[in-house]
């Protein structure tokens, strides 16, 4: 087909007292236009008007639009969207109707018709804002209150075509649904996991229900922002933090390890011990049955001492970042914590005394968590106590209030300076030699108490060093 054979419709387009145009939408060049076309997009001519450079002008909002043209029309369809123009640098705002067209051996032809004019010149705030709209990254839509789409911006055609409000807000849970919400609150909002033209998408969601300029009915304006890549990121932060928590807990442990092997080396020298003492009384074949049940007995408590000390390590070095809040015995988190650290801390001449804990008390936490916290403050008051003269003591003070639990661990230390204590809890700060410490475990700590709605302080108005912080307390 050449341009020759479409003589009898080009003198009908001419004749049309209305723009229609034909348009390449996969080099972005106009084909053909009637006078009024090129009437309304400015040119001088047809010659002028086809050779127009409109890619190198051409927004990347409108190239997605086009595409989002080319995708609708080569699936057979048709759509009407209000445009602006600029003849006589007069701003002209449009109604235009676009479908196929058929144009010499060029695949995808959009074929458009102005179908009408705006009734009244608009204002320039007005332009400007419809303009805006219609160049946003933020998807706007607007639905009637059947959940049918009414209007929507290029961008978010781009994502949802012709979508429902439903397909838009396709919630992963049992939520409340969004007309539910707005009539009780007025607003929505929501970040919701969607499925859309680009693949599934974290979707930050706002709706509010506003009156229709054209009809005056009810309708709900909805905002969304893509926010995929900022999830991704704070996923792969969450990864991070949760390797770097872990692996401050294994330098917690080995901080440790001197004691932890003594707690070990102990029971199984009395195991030997006791071993020997029945290999011998066997060879002299006498007593053998007494010696034999007073040593197993020993054997099993000493056997029992080892195991229990293995599970307290297996239990604070696992990974615990996906752990869940529970009704959590205090005294069994003490218990575990001085299975770790007792013994380094009595072998190096200091002493441990925990207060308040006569009888039990349930808190709700991350148990894990709050061993990890407790132990890294030991390990930093034995390290400040070993640097001070004197008296070498640590205490854990537990005091139990109304609907807290408050937890303080002062040490015999003379407390911070002025410059350490307003750094005491930023990550990589240290006090310690290099190579002696990752001045990640305050920081660290700090995080896991935030994480119980509390925070980690320093009671200044002790003469020691004390640090404090909360546990809420399990009410029966």
Known sequence: MNLMKHSDFIHVYESLATAVWFFDLDNFKMLWGNGQAIELWEADSLDLLIN?????????????????????????????????????????????????????????????????????????????????????????????????????????????????????????????????????????????????????????????????????????????RDITNQKEIEEELKFAEARLVHSAKLVS???????????????????????????????????????????????????????????GLQKFSREDSHDEFIEASFLEIINDVKGLCLSKIENEGVSLEVLGLEKDIKVICKPIPISQVLINILNNSLYAVNECEGERWIKIEVKEMETKVLIAITDSGPGFSIEIKDKIFNPFFTTKPIGDGTGLGLSISQGIIQNHDSKLSINESCSNTRIEFELKKAIK
């Open 253 to 311: 442990i080995g901080e440790m390890a001197g004691g932890i092997a003594h707690e070990i080396n102990n029971p199984a020298q009395a195991i030997q011990l006791s071993v020997q003492v029945m290999q011998k009384t066997f060879e002299k074949k006498q007593g053998f049955e007494e010696v034999f049940y007073r040593h197993s007995e020993s054997m099993i408590k000493n056997i029992g001492r080892i195991s229990q000390i293995i599970k």
């Open 52 to 224: 127009r450079d409109f890619q190198s002008s051409m927004s990347n909002t409108v190239k997605i639009r086009l595409q989002e043209y080319k995708r609708k029309i080569q699936e057979g369809g048709e759509g009407r969207e209000v445009w602006t123009f600029y003849p006589s640098g007069i701003p002209t705002v449009v109604e235009v109707n676009f479908s196929k067209g058929n144009w010499l051996e060029e695949k995808n032809v959009m074929f458009a018709q102005v179908v009408s004019y705006q009734s009244k010149q608009l204002g320039k705030e007005e332009i400007r804002g419809m303009e805006a709209i219609r160049h946003s990254n933020i998807l706007i839509s607007q639905f009637d209150y059947n959940g049918d789409l009414v209007f929507q911006n290029p961008v978010s055609s781009q994502f949802f075509s012709e979508a429902s409000l439903v397909d838009r807000l396709s919630f992963t849970t049992s939520d409340t649904d969004i007309f539910t919400i707005l009539k009780e609150e007025n607003v929505f909002e929501k970040e919701l996991f969607v499925k859309t033209n680009l693949g599934e998408r974290w979707m930050l969601s706002f709706g509010r229900e506003i009156i229709d300029p054209v009809s005056g009915d009810k309708s709900i304006l909805l905002e969304q």
